[in-house]
């Protein structure tokens, strides 16, 4: 099993950049395909992006080209590097491993 905490969230700048960190602990944290959700308030919760245990991502297109997500499985630790932020951005992001989830950690974008 794995648990999972979510940090690197804030307030920062249109254009600007972020990086979500996801932290596993227990067992069996490389086995597992990673993704990254948000949601913003009153919406559904959104996919971002997902990554296999060897590493092939998949993005949302309203992502694809500014996310990136990785994961370094001897930290047991994910990632989702955010760049040219917009607007639009601006939710709670959580990180998914197997049937497990964080948190969340709240990123805002704006003046």
């Known amino acids: 099993q794995v648990r999972l905490v979510e940090s690197g969230g804030g307030l920062v700048q249109p254009g600007g950049s972020l990086r979500l960190s996801c932290a596993g602990a227990g067992t069996n944290f490389e086995i597992y395909p990673m993704a990254w959700y948000r949601q913003a308030p009153g919406k559904q919760r959104e996919f971002v992006a997902h990554i296999t245990r060897a590493g092939t991502a998949t993005y949302a297109d309203s992502v694809k080209g500014r996310f990136t997500i990785s994961r370094d499985n001897a930290k047991n630790t994910g990632y989702l590097q955010m760049n040219i932020l917009k607007s639009e951005d601006t939710a709670v992001y959580y990180c998914?491993?197997?049937?497990?989830w964080g948190q969340g950690t709240q990123v805002t974008v704006a003046s």
């Open positions: 998914s491993v197997g049937l497990m």
